[in-house]
């Protein structure tokens, strides 16, 4: 009978741990994966058009030092800096959820997707 009880014991406190540090994973991968990535100038087109950021994974194409632009159906904001390299700033990921939704409809950062129903752990 000791032994039945230190192995639901040891059973629980498995379980738990698990949990504990899936809960941490989750916050590790929310973190890491906050998306924000930069592309250097694109010297070769910018020697014709000074004063611009050339743009094309989003089909943009030119964009004014300091401009910001959200691409339609996305959900990121692409600036433009003034030595010619574009910053792209995405939603950060969203863990621990069963329903995830997004509204693509309205301006960044608002469009990013939220947490409607969270896990119960």
Request: glycine content about 4%; charged content about 20%.
């Amino acid at each position: 009978m000791e032994c039945l009880k230190l192995y639901l014991s040891l059973k629980l406190l498995t379980m738990e741990l698990f949990r504990v540090s899936s809960v941490l994973l989750s916050i590790f991968v929310v973190s890491a994966y906050s998306a924000t990535w930069y592309d250097p100038p694109n010297t070769r087109r910018l020697t014709d058009a000074p004063g611009v950021c050339f743009e094309s994974q989003y089909n943009i194409e030119f964009m004014k030092w300091g401009e910001t632009r959200t691409p339609e159906g996305h959900c990121l904001l692409i600036s433009c800096s003034d030595d010619g390299s574009i910053t792209y700033n995405g939603c950060p990921a969203v863990a621990g959820c069963k329903d995830v939704k997004a509204d693509f409809s309205k301006p960044y950062p608002d469009c990013c997707p939220t947490c409607d129903i969270p896990i119960e752990m």
